[in-house]
């Protein structure tokens, strides 16, 4: 290809944002502030060591908790995934040992923000 092509439409020219003004004015609706019917919070228990095995994760108290719909472990989601799908080696929780300090090993779903993470802080190492 020799020469230069001209006939773009929008590489190499400003092209407007549709969301910059309810942004600016802060009107804008992003994620974190929608609420629907059902909706449920996830908090993530994170490992406190950098590297070691899971012997166990006493979960009771936190699904005992009044208002906490699911508590899930490593151990009950073994099935690793990838981001390209190509080499499944990751997963979402950490099944049988943790390789870095903070990686997930256990999740909760309850009805709003504090009770996930009051069901958390009941998850025993």
Request: proline share 5%.
């Amino acid at each position: 290809m020799s020469g230069t092509h001209t006939s773009f439409n929008v590489v190499g020219k400003s092209v407007p944002r549709v969301d910059g003004a309810d942004k600016v004015r802060g009107k804008a609706v992003f994620t974190d502030d929608m609420k629907l019917p059902g909706m449920v919070h996830g908090k993530i228990k994170h490992s406190t060591v950098a590297h070691g095995r899971i012997l166990r994760i006493e979960t009771a108290k936190a699904a005992a908790l009044p208002g906490v719909r699911a508590v899930i472990t490593g151990s009950e989601c073994q099935k690793p995934f990838s981001v390209n799908n190509l080499k499944p080696t990751e997963w979402a929780l950490a099944p049988e040992k943790v390789v870095y300090y903070g990686e997930g090993v256990a999740a909760v779903a309850a009805v709003d923000a504090r009770t996930a993470e009051r069901a958390v802080e009941l998850i025993e190492e």
